[in-house]
């Protein structure tokens, strides 16, 4: 499998604030990243998928002017928090797919915001 | 439109009993299948995966999974729970754009 990290683990912000999580991909070049969120005792809910290089596919409903997605390397895909707010707090998590379908987590970031 | 159920929000085991966890799907083609686990605070293990082939699929930690088309479901097996096993277990079905659609989830708790 694909060994993804996740900076920072936890965060938290105040409202109004921006916060930039990063997703890297350690030992495999991702074309492609995928951002979850996930609410406390909730499955996760694709948020958007990265693509290096180009503009990120978001989900329906995603505010994709909120939640800013760069993919600028193989290696690392960023998510940017903009004017954060209490219902934004929640845990993000990334992932990598090394061949079809097969996608590798990292540990997630945990965002409050106050 | 593709869907994956899990019927049991949680489910509480005693420590060296076996456990099945339930997972249904509902997907136009043949689904790839994956079943993922979750320790609080943590990001998502893949235990194991269904492409395609012998229908009983083995896994890390000891999991096994058996696909059943006529039933869509894809179960999850462990014949002798630890007390480590307690966790978030996530049932996911690949759709065709690479996306993962996951379950709601369910919760193992295991007893001494």
């Known amino acids: 499998g694909a060994v993804v990290s996740q900076h920072p683990s936890w965060v938290i912000c105040k409202s109004g604030t921006s916060v930039k999580i990063e997703c890297r991909s350690l030992?495999?070049?991702?074309?492609?990243m995928f951002w979850y969120r996930q609410f406390p005792k909730q499955s996760l809910m694709l948020m958007a998928t990265s693509n290096e290089g180009s503009k990120a596919t978001y989900e329906q409903g995603v505010e994709k002017d909120k939640f800013l997605i760069n993919h600028a390397s193989l290696t690392l895909s960023t998510l940017t928090v903009t004017s954060a707010h209490p219902e934004d707090s929640s845990f993000y998590i990334c992932?990598?797919?090394?061949?079809?379908?097969?996608?590798?987590f990292g540990p997630g970031t945990r965002l409050t915001v106050t | 439109a593709q869907s994956v159920t899990q019927p049991d929000i949680h489910i509480t085991v005693s420590e060296g009993a076996s456990l099945e966890l339930r997972c249904n799907y509902s997907y136009g083609a043949t689904p790839y299948l994956f079943w993922y686990v979750q320790s609080p605070g943590q990001g998502l293990q893949l235990l194991l995966k269904?492409?395609?082939?012998?229908?009983l699929v083995q896994g890390i930690k000891g999991f096994e999974a058996e696909f059943k088309r006529s039933q869509s479901s894809f179960n999850l097996r462990k014949p002798s729970v630890h007390w480590s096993d307690a966790a978030e277990y996530f049932c996911a079905v690949g759709a065709r754009t690479d996306k993962l659609i996951f379950g709601t989830g369910t919760r193992l708790q295991v007893f001494p």
């Open positions: 030992d495999f070049q991702a074309t492609t």
């Open positions: 992932s990598v797919s090394p061949s079809s379908y097969e996608q590798y």
């Open positions: 269904y492409f395609s082939g012998d229908t």
